[in-house]
């Protein structure tokens, strides 16, 4: 199956990319990386490729080296432009996060927006973490003027984390963790018709991840076709979860 993947010119995150690339294509599946222009080569948030402040809150070791092999695969290069391409063509979409300053081109893009309401009605699955699931908070449902997610239960990047980063490490690198004035999880609770029902927050997290075997500190939500996450530390979950909704959905 083939899963479309959109992506900023620099600036996602590492993990949340490199993780379902690595555990789609180990599947026999094929991703297909989409930017604002066709032929991009994208880069990750370099910071966290070598450790956002004194060496910590970068990427793990194992979803850097899936990057290293990302960047030297040749669909890494070969990305369509998000505008123009026919999602119907995909059997998936996956929105990754990233929070530095390079994924307002994504996360505020009208052009991917509307594309995404396109795939969307088509009742594929749809993946998005972290600060991803702001895209979808933001795209219109063309039949009703609402946010698609009006009515889906969701989680994303927890207020607290978010915050925290932020406060954190501001002394240093400033709003470098505030990629909008507004939390993301506030911006997502206001797409939702029924917030406090179908808001999911997650148990508190500070620094234990999931692992490629050990999805103890992991967490996703799943309603339907859609599926979210909060941040790169549920990133291996929310991956063998999407493999399990396309493998489900082929089988209908």
């Known amino acids: 199956m083939r899963v479309l993947m959109p992506l900023p010119d620099h600036d996602f995150d590492v993990t949340e990319v490199a993780v379902p690339w690595r555990v789609l294509t180990d599947a026999g599946h094929e991703v297909v990386f989409a930017t604002e222009r066709a032929g991009t080569r994208p880069a990750a948030d370099p910071r966290l490729l070598t450790g956002v402040i004194f060496g910590q809150l970068g990427a793990a070791e194992e979803p ?12 890494f290069s070969a990305t369509v432009a998000w505008a123009d391409e026919d999602v119907t063509a995909y059997d998936g979409l996956l929105l990754p996060g990233g929070h530095a300053p390079g994924m307002r081109q994504y996360l505020g893009s009208a052009e991917l927006r509307r594309q995404v309401a396109r795939f969307w009605a088509l009742g594929r699955p749809v993946g998005a973490i972290c600060h991803g699931v702001l895209v979808l908070a933001r795209t219109e449902d063309p039949a ?16 607290y984390m978010e915050r925290g980063a932020y406060l954190s490490t501001a002394w ?38 999931g692992t490629a075997s050990d999805d103890t500190h992991a ?15 549920d990133a291996y979950l929310f991956s063998r979860r999407y493999l399990a909704l396309l493998r489900s959905t082929a089988g209908a």
């Open 64 to 75: 850097t080296r899936f990057y290293e092999q990302l960047t030297r695969a040749p669909e």
């Open 144 to 159: 009703t003027g609402r946010s698609v997610l009006t009515d889906r239960r969701t989680t994303c990047l927890p207020k």
């Open 172 to 209: 240093r690198l400033g709003r470098y963790y505030r990629t909008y004035p507004a939390y993301v999880e506030d911006e997502v609770r206001g797409a939702l018709g029924d917030p406090g029902a179908q808001f999911e927050r997650g148990p508190r997290e500070l620094t234990r991840r």
């Open 219 to 233: 967490f996703v939500v799943e309603d339907g076709t859609y599926l979210s996450a909060r941040w790169p530390g």
